[in-house]
């Protein structure tokens, strides 16, 4: 009994000392270059980051708000990453329990008939037996190197990239239903533009006839200027298509059929947030896509360091135990305990190189992860720099736009009384028109492409789904 006894403390004090020599190394964040990540030009010294800012704070439409609500709770892509989310939660739950032994029951009845010409059945009276089994396993595997730990870890960062992954899909959600939604008024304000611009060409029309009566113009002059409101007529055709096409796009964004989708107008909007970029490296802990690429390199170098328990042996302790008999009567009884214990240690000698060959292709999607993380933040530093840059410019456009417009307009109405007076040509007429026409429906898309700048830039600098 004492040397039982010694043994299992011999095994206990081995598995402890060499419990203490981990073969796995703890995850350390890669140095990487974060100072520089947005252009010279644009180098930010800003604490907070527009990123901080909710999405209630920045789009203050309130049938926006609620269109993003509804989508947020809605849309299929995300009910689809939710549930990407329960079985990463599964999977890192299974993590947990490696350290836990593996526990198994069964109970089993074998019916033998002997053969009188064999062995034993020629010496025995009665060939028939029956054996009654109850047995219950226990199997446990000693995290000497750390690869159960390792493996927990790595079902964990598998899990949080998951989470990460969802909240990327919540980002950029947001950010397709506020673009789709600002969109559906610019087409709306360019339709209004459109249809008071032809019911001044129907007026144009009149005037053109009255002209043709007067001998000041010829019939070419009078259909050039029908051909002029026919165009107008199609542009609001088209305009009143992209409509249909606009609120398509949104029903599905917010995970309905196809339906009108009512919304205010272009000239209500007061979408003005401070643009405040933060620091370059906030995009570490506010780009859910970096995030997600480093929760992936965090998971591969875990899983480099399960490989490479591989090299080493393991200590697996298996129990055996129950109730065994061959009378059914005295199956229960104490004389029908059988138990045994068997511990060893198993270590790879040879076996086709696949500890080697698991490990180098462990240590290679190490390598790669770390270079799609690096890459992630390099991409993250261009959306913004672009986003900021297109802001930048739409918002110098709108201002010469605003006096383009103005001037367009201002000279197709000259055109007007001078042609009446015959002071200028129908074509002078025509191209003015036609140009202020242009220049309003430009105005319009530039207002529309301000405001998506800013969405971009918010999405780009991590911002909605905190």
Request: proline share 2%.
């Amino acid at each position: 009994m004492k040397n039982k006894i010694y043994r299992v403390a011999l095994l206990g004090l081995t598995a402890t000392v060499m419990q203490s020599c981990f073969v796995a190394k703890d995850y350390k964040r890669p140095e990487l270059k974060t100072a520089d990540l947005y252009r010279n030009e644009v180098v930010s010294t800003d604490t907070i980051s527009l990123a901080n800012v909710s999405w209630d704070k920045v789009f203050t439409d309130p049938l926006l708000q609620g269109y993003i609500s509804k989508g947020l709770q809605n849309n299929l892509d995300i009910r689809i990453a939710m549930q990407n989310l329960v079985a990463a939660e599964a999977t890192m739950k299974q993590g947990k329990a490696g350290y836990f032994p593996t526990l198994s029951a069964g109970a089993d009845w074998t019916h033998q008939e002997l053969s009188r010409n064999s062995q034993f059945g020629a010496l025995l009276k009665d060939r028939s037996t029956d054996q009654y089994q109850l047995t219950g396993s226990l199997s446990w595997e000693a995290d000497i190197w750390g690869k159960i730990r390792s493996n927990k870890r790595a079902a964990n960062a598998s899990y949080l990239q998951t989470t990460a992954v969802n909240q990327a899909i919540k980002t950029q959600l947001i950010a397709s239903i506020a673009t789709t939604y600002y969109q559906l008024l610019s087409v709306d304000a360019q339709i209004k533009v459109a249809e008071e611009t032809l019911i001044n060409r129907n007026k144009s029309v009149e005037t053109i006839l009255a002209l043709k009566e007067a001998g000041n113009v010829t019939e070419v002059g009078v259909k050039q200027t029908e051909a002029q409101k026919y165009a107008t007529d199609l542009i609001i055709a088209d305009l009143k298509n992209n409509i249909i096409f606009l609120e398509n796009t949104m029903s599905i964004l917010l995970g309905e059929p196809s339906a009108k989708i009512e919304r205010n107008t272009l000239e209500s909007q007061t979408m003005q947030p401070a643009i405040t970029l933060g620091v370059s490296a906030s995009l570490l802990r506010n780009r859910p896509d970096v995030i997600a690429a480093e929760y992936n390199l965090i998971t591969n170098f875990e899983m480099t360091n399960v490989a490479k328990s591989g090299f080493y042996p393991a200590l697996r302790i298996t129990a055996t135990g129950g109730l065994q008999s061959i009378d059914l009567k005295e199956w229960f009884s104490a004389n029908s305990i059988f138990a045994n214990v068997i511990t060893g240690l198993t270590q790879p000698i040879f076996n086709q190189r696949q500890v080697r060959t698991k490990f180098e292709i462990a240590k290679a999607n190490q390598e790669k992860a770390y270079l799609q993380f690096e890459q992630s933040l390099l991409i993250a530093g261009k959306e913004v720099s672009d986003a900021l840059a297109q802001y930048n410019n739409e918002t110098y456009k709108m201002t010469v736009r605003v006096k383009q417009a103005d001037a367009l307009k201002k000279a197709a109405n000259f055109s007007d009384e001078l042609l009446t007076y015959g002071l200028a040509n129908y074509l002078e007429v025509l191209t003015s028109k036609n140009d202020a026409l242009n220049a309003e429906l430009s105005l319009v898309d530039n207002k529309f492409q301000q405001y998506r700048a800013v969405i971009q830039l918010y999405k780009a600098l991590g911002g909605g789904w905190q």
